[in-house]
């Protein structure tokens, strides 16, 4: 079971360090009593119930927000499994499978992929590996997204993290990526940011709403950025 021992409350958070939840006061680092994070039980057709229950954190943000930077810090310093959505996606199309030209097109406009289809691809990953702490990054991008998840999942993510970007860091860390990926330029960067804005972003409200959203201000060094989500990973018991 996790637990949560010195609280970076999602309610009050660090003005300094400039982690905050949205639509929150920022009032400092706050140490609580210890208590167990809520654990609900898999559905039927969710995640192995013979499992121990892992601990899931939904990481958000626009395109260029350094989601996947971030979360290979993460992994290094707190033994996460990373599961890039878009990454698995991107599988899919090079293995050919029946999906790849649908997942394909999506990526080509900036559209978000018909939730089962990811969903499905982040049940399979999770049930595959042994490790009991995952960092899903860049899902839900949408409400549909969310809702399918915990329709088919059965269980909410513990935590979620939102890193905060402008739109010109953004756009210029897009373009600069080198990554030879199809959708890295301008006019697709446009649409993504136009999804973001129209269906991300009341998923990043309804995790504020539940107290479990965690915003990082995305601008500054990767080495800055990262010690803002190293304090809300510190506070939880899931160090290496
Ligand atoms: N803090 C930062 N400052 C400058 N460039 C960054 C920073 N974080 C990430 N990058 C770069 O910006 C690009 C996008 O980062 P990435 O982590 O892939 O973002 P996302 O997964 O949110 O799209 C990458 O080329 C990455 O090296
Ligand atoms: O849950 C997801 C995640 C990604 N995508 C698609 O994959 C693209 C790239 O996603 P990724 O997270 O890799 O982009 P990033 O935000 O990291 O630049 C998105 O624009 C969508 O078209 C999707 O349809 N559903
Ligand atoms: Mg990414």
Same mark, same amino acid.
């Given at each position: 079971?996790?637990?949560? *021992?010195?609280?970076?409350?999602?309610? +009050?958070?660090?003005?300094?360090?400039?982690?905050?939840?949205?639509?929150?006061?920022?009032?400092?680092?706050?140490?609580?009593?210890?208590?167990?994070? %809520?654990?609900?039980?898999?559905?039927?057709?969710? *995640?192995?119930?013979?499992?121990?229950?892992?601990?899931?954190? +939904?990481?958000?943000?626009?395109?260029?927000?350094?989601?996947?930077?971030?979360?290979?810090?993460?992994? %290094?310093?707190?033994?996460?499994?990373?599961?890039?959505?878009?990454?698995?996606?991107?599988?899919?199309?090079?293995?050919?499978? %029946?999906?790849?030209?649908?997942?394909?097109? $999506? &990526?080509?406009?900036?559209? #978000?992929?018909?939730?089962?289809?990811?969903? !499905?691809?982040?049940?399979?990953?999770?049930?595959?590996?042994?490790?009991? $702490?995952?960092?899903?990054?860049?899902?839900?991008?949408?409400?549909?997204?969310?809702?399918?998840?915990?329709?088919?999942?059965?269980?909410?993510?513990?935590?979620?993290? +939102?890193?905060?970007?402008?739109?010109?860091?953004? *756009? $210029?860390?897009?373009?600069?990526?080198?990554?030879?990926?199809?959708?890295?330029? #301008?006019?697709?960067? /446009?649409?993504?940011?136009?999804?973001?804005?129209?269906?991300?972003?009341?998923? &990043? !409200?309804?995790?504020?709403? /539940?107290? !479990?959203?965690? $915003?990082?201000?995305?601008?500054?060094?990767?080495?800055?950025?990262?010690?803002?989500?190293?304090?809300? +990973?510190?506070?939880?018991?899931?160090?290496?």
């Amino acid at each position: 079971m996790w637990r949560r *021992v010195t609280f970076l409350s999602p309610l +009050f958070s660090s003005s300094k360090s400039s982690v905050s939840v949205l639509n929150q006061p920022a009032c400092g680092l706050m140490t609580q009593k210890v208590y167990s994070t %809520e654990i609900l039980k898999p559905a039927k057709g969710g *995640v192995s119930p013979s499992k121990k229950t892992p601990f899931i954190t +939904f990481v958000l943000g626009g395109p260029g927000s350094g989601k996947g930077t971030q979360c290979a810090k993460i992994v %290094e310093t707190f033994g996460f499994t990373h599961l890039s959505a878009g990454d698995l996606l991107r599988k899919e199309i090079s293995s050919n499978s %029946e999906n790849a030209v649908m997942i394909l097109n $999506k &990526i080509k406009e900036g559209k #978000i992929v018909s939730p089962e289809v990811t969903v !499905k691809m982040i049940q399979r990953a999770i049930e595959s590996s042994e490790n009991d $702490k995952f960092l899903i990054d860049g899902f839900p991008r949408s409400e549909e997204n969310r809702i399918t998840y915990e329709r088919i999942i059965g269980t909410e993510p513990n935590i979620v993290l +939102f890193f905060d970007c402008p739109e010109e860091k953004m *756009v $210029k860390r897009v373009l600069s990526r080198n990554q030879g990926r199809v959708d890295d330029n #301008i006019n697709t960067f /446009k649409k993504r940011l136009e999804v973001f804005t129209a269906l991300n972003l009341p998923v &990043i !409200k309804y995790y504020s709403g /539940k107290g !479990k959203l965690y $915003k990082i201000n995305a601008v500054g060094t990767e080495d800055e950025i990262f010690e803002q989500v190293r304090q809300v +990973f510190a506070a939880y018991e899931v160090i290496k």
